[in-house]
């Protein structure tokens, strides 16, 4: 009656993301900006956002049907350009 299995604790929902901070896209709409923890797929572009690039969560609608829960799906950088609030470190660029 030896019963030495012993199940390794996994976490049940690791997240691929967290909190950035609040950001405003390049026509001045409010988004909360995500910094990627592992590598996520665009879901507009479907290319890579890398671990630790910016990106935004956009509730994309689904085709015809009408759901109550709206899925925020990850749009990387290239598809919703967005700038950090208060990142004031990127004054490189001067015309
Ligand atoms: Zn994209």
Same mark, same amino acid.
């Given at each position: 009656m030896a019963d030495g299995s012993t199940q390794p604790r996994r976490p049940q929902s690791r997240p691929h993301?967290?909190? %950035?901070?609040? @950001?405003?896209?390049? =026509?001045?709409?409010?988004?909360?900006?995500?910094?990627?923890?592992?590598?996520?797929?665009? %879901?507009?572009? @479907?290319?890579?956002? =890398?671990?630790g690039e910016l990106f935004s969560r956009h509730a994309l609608m689904p085709g015809g049907s009408r759901t109550r829960g709206v899925t925020l799906l990850p749009l990387c950088n290239r598809c919703r350009p967005?700038?950090?609030?208060?990142?004031?470190?990127?004054?490189?660029?001067e015309g």
């Open positions: 993301s967290r909190r %950035a901070g609040l @950001a405003f896209h390049n =026509d001045g709409e409010r988004t909360t900006a995500y910094r990627a923890l592992e590598a996520l797929a665009c %879901a507009h572009c @479907a290319g890579v956002i =890398d671990a967005l700038r950090l609030e208060g990142d004031e470190n990127e004054e490189q660029h």
